[in-house]
């Protein structure tokens, strides 16, 4: 895994977001070993994605 910058900084999303992926995700046949490869790289994603701060005086991206 590359130590790129990703899109997304912060855990929490909007809900209008999570629908969308939700959406664009269904009816779409996956085998169990790619759902675990699936399960496996997200793992290590989320362990790389903080918290967003819960200081709000500071803007953060």
Do not use: C
């Amino acid at each position: 895994m590359t130590n790129q910058p990703y899109k997304r900084q912060y855990r929490q999303l909007d809900d209008e977001t999570k629908q969308k992926i939700s959406a664009s995700s269904r009816n779409k046949p996956k085998s169990e070993e790619h759902k675990e490869h699936i399960r496996q790289g997200m793992l290590q994603y989320w362990e790389t994605v903080p918290d967003r701060p819960e200081n709000n005086d500071e803007f953060y991206l």
